[in-house]
């Protein structure tokens, strides 16, 4: 296999050429604090918001009547506003956790003050979310929206920008010093108010021109303008190529979903917020290329929907395969392949690249057709993406039944298209271990 991968000039144009280019690009401070701000900062928000918005608004498939379901539904309709208050409190403010976590990710790795940076960047981003007019006779209620969802673009490069900031002041000596003997949290609040005026007063100027010039806020100037790539990012063939990216990422070895979803998240996130607002307006939900849409429909047992190969492995004649099909029984529940991709290895094994590519593929596009035909509800709920196969499904289309099958199907036609190559490897490693055998 080794002397094969060694002759094999596509698998030496990419280890010399491609990954280096991608292992920068994964390496990228700015690109994984923006990820953690997602998962670190907004996910526990967005988790328990989505809780609420279950509690709030019963999901029944179309069509459905299941008796408990229209019960609890009559039975909360009249407290359903002050339901909807914890939703609105949480995934209404993802925006603020991502100012937020954004520039306290990026301070980390700075070695900055990451709570004071944290918080420069969240009061400078609140200041462009509100009019540039008397803000006492501004309804909270109108910005909520560019709190949450609809303000993530600008949250992004708000907490880019004021970590640059701050690190900048820092390393000049912009900062007002203090005497040895202040109290430690005394200095800190001091070193931090030159960035922070910087930072609000810019912001409070460009929020002012925007308004002058166009009667809105600049969460909702960038949302306007970003709205083409918004919709571009809920094609299929965005969908498409985002899951082709991934698998090939993987197959280098460099983790496909975090280098992805920190581009991409802000995208995924604008169109479940879509599907939020449509869902409490009782319209059609549109949003399509969402987070779950990756995690809960197509990452079945992991990134390259590789339950299957699992379960293959468990009953392989190789020694090697059974070795690593019971090790990765038990995290392939939770959605978790990493000892799969590097003990079978995946990574830069030229016969199961091949199908951890086109199986993730054919899946997204089953579950692009399913979803916009409304064959099945959602994407709706974002959920751990930890949560086991078919419970995943269930709850995140809304507890549509259909949700389920939908991932079952994913699973037969990924093993379909895994199983040849399967063989195919599987007779390669039963070939050299009865030749060590022999030996």
């Not at 912009?174 to 609040?189: D, F, H, N, Q, T």
């Not at 009667?215 to 970003?226: A, H």
């Not at 399913?370 to 419970?391: D, R």
């Not at 379909?416 to 390669?428: D, G, L, R, T």
């Amino acid at each position: 296999m080794n002397e094969r991968l060694t002759n094999n000039w596509f698998m030496k144009w990419m280890e010399s050429s491609l990954m280096p280019v991608l292992a920068r690009i994964a390496q990228n401070v700015i690109l994984q604090s923006i990820r953690d701000a997602f998962s670190s900062f907004a996910l526990p928000v967005i988790l328990t918001g989505s809780l609420f918005l279950i509690i709030a608004n019963p999901p029944l498939a179309e069509g459905a009547n299941w008796g408990p379901i229209v019960a609890w539904a009559n039975a909360i309709k009249p407290i359903a506003g002050q339901l909807m208050i914890p939703f609105n409190l949480s995934f209404g403010i993802m925006a603020l956790m991502v100012a937020f976590g954004t520039a306290y990710s990026l301070a980390t790795r700075w070695d900055l003050d990451e709570a004071m940076t944290g918080i420069i960047s969240m009061l400078a981003f609140l200041v462009t979310t509100f009019p540039a007019s008397d803000v006492t006779k501004v309804s909270f209620g109108d910005v909520l929206n560019y709190l949450g969802g609809q303000g993530l673009f600008v949250a992004i490069i708000i907490g880019v920008l004021t970590a640059v900031v701050v690190r900048f002041f820092n390393k000049q000596g912009l900062v007002i010093k203090m005497p040895e003997a202040v109290p430690p949290y005394v200095v800190r609040s001091f070193m931090a108010l030159v960035p922070m005026f910087v930072m609000v007063v810019s912001a409070w100027i460009v929020e002012w021109i925007v308004w002058a010039n166009f009667k809105v806020t600049l969460p909702q100037l960038v949302i306007e303008l970003f709205k083409p790539l918004v919709a571009a990012s809920n094609s299929y063939w965005a969908a498409l190529a985002e899951i082709i990216l991934m698998m090939l990422l993987w197959s280098l070895g460099i983790h496909g979903m975090n280098v992805v979803s920190s581009i991409a998240y802000p995208f995924w996130m604008s169109q479940l917020a879509a599907n939020v607002k449509a869902l409490n307006a009782h319209q059609p939900m549109t949003g399509i290329v969402t987070e779950p849409f990756f995690h809960m429909f197509t990452h079945l047992g992991g990134s390259g929907t590789t339950w299957p190969l699992v379960i293959m492995f468990l009953f392989s004649a190789s020694k090697q395969l059974k070795t690593i099909g019971t090790a990765e029984l038990i995290p392939a529940i939770f959605n978790i392949n990493e000892p799969l991709i590097f003990g079978a290895p995946i990574v830069l094994n030229p016969i199961l690249m091949i199908p951890f590519i086109i199986a993730p593929a054919a899946v997204v596009t089953i579950n692009y057709i399913a979803f916009h035909f409304h064959l099945v509800t959602g994407p709706l709920y974002q959920l751990p993406f930890t949560v086991p196969v078919f419970i995943g499904g269930f709850i995140s289309s809304g507890l549509d039944w259909r949700g389920p099958i939908l991932q079952l199907v994913n699973l037969i036609v990924a093993g379909i298209i895994y199983y040849p190559f399967f063989k195919m490897y599987e007779a390669q490693l039963l070939k050299n271990e009865r030749e060590l055998e022999e030996k």
